[in-house]
DNA sequence: TCAAAAGTGTTCGGACTACACCCATGA
DNA sequence: TCATGGGTGTAGTCCGAACACTTTTGA
């Protein structure tokens, strides 16, 4: 700390926002707090950034001590640096968003941690800035799924059309046909047909198909056009 | 400091990357640093965040100390943490990326910190990671460039539709066809076209527009299609 | 009069949207 | 057999891309 000591130190943290999908609805991962102040109430799951590990490090190792994760998909969000963010002391927050697979995510650390996964319209009053750090991640999510393939983070390794379109319908509140959906996922060439279904949620039953991890890593930037009318849905 | 205090501090730095138009190429301003370390190195202009003002107005501080502007467009890009970035302290930088009208700027300033104009294809090694900053930034604004008006940000109160064509050219490397640019922008609407012409660069001139403004804020956050092909430029 | 840049229209193909019926199955 | 959700094809429209000639004027 020699050379510019006289600069007052602010803190640095990272809060998660870690998003899971249930197969019928996008949920959010919430703590309650173990420690003051704030102490009981709703809170994104966060930490300190430890003086020897970077940002990206800190918020995954953040990341696996409540989920047991690794190796997640993982975007840095933004950093949220208002004065009094937080009424205690001067914290400067850097969020992190998290799409995970719901599945793998292990149980019993939610109990350590007091976590819950609760769906989007029933998000409690948090703490601090973190209403404000999850509005900022939905609508990051809305904007860039809607230009690229990035919902397959959420799915398990088989899933079926049927339960993709009600993923996507679920982030943008709306209904999309079926035809249409199912003609543009496929056309993507990223998505490989399986020869077993899904008999869950239909008598019939709905084929898996499983992503092609070859053809996403390239695609991954393409710009697709998942989603009609993208104009007119509020994405920003 | 009372709350937290077994925390180790880490230093929160502000970088900015400024971006300017001279009607021909896009630039970006540099310093030239006046205090060790790297003491005469380039770098891109930046400062600490004091412990009284949020990491926004920390950045248009900064700006305004080296530009003189104020209310230009600035946005947060990312805050760079690695570990050992600085290599004295553990400082993170989040960093910012302004878009200017190189006319506005006062020039008397640069003088105070030793700033000129590099283009892009010409920028020198900088100090620290500040290279990676200006990539990201130049990838960020290639991205949001190709989805949204962002560009009028970096032009005078007048313009010409064949500067407004350099200008993207010049960000995406590519050559446009005339008719279909043109087209393409004024169906946008955002345009009105004034009466007198710039004759500096050719010999019958090109008519005037000034942006709507009403409109451009409105619209800011639609889809457009400003460029062709957007899948086979390289824009992440 | 010539060189240099501005301005403008049309055709074609591909992509998106809207829309309706049959299929498979478990109850 | 019937109710439920899965799966598929087509026609029309719109948008974007390709492409070449005329205009203006200063030198």
Redesign the interface.
Known sequence: ????AH??????AIDCIIFGFDGERLKLLLIQRGI??EMHKWSLMGG?????????E?ANNILKKLTGLEGVYME?L??????YRDP?????S?AYFALIDIHKYEQQLSHEYHAEWFELDKIPSLIFDHNDMVDTARKKLRYKAALHPILFELLPEKFTIPQLQSLYEGIYDSVFDKRNFSRKLLSTGLLIKQKDKDKLNSKKGAFYYVLDKNKYKENF???LNLIPN??HLQ??
Request: proline fraction near 7%; glycine fraction near 4%; avoid cysteine.
């Open positions: 700390m020699a050379k510019y600069q007052a130190p602010i803190l640095i003051e102040p300190f950034v430890n003086t020897k590990e970077s940002l990206d800190a840095q933004h950093a949220f640096g208002a004065v205690g002391d001067r914290i400067v850097i930037h393409a710009f993208p104009d994405l920003v």
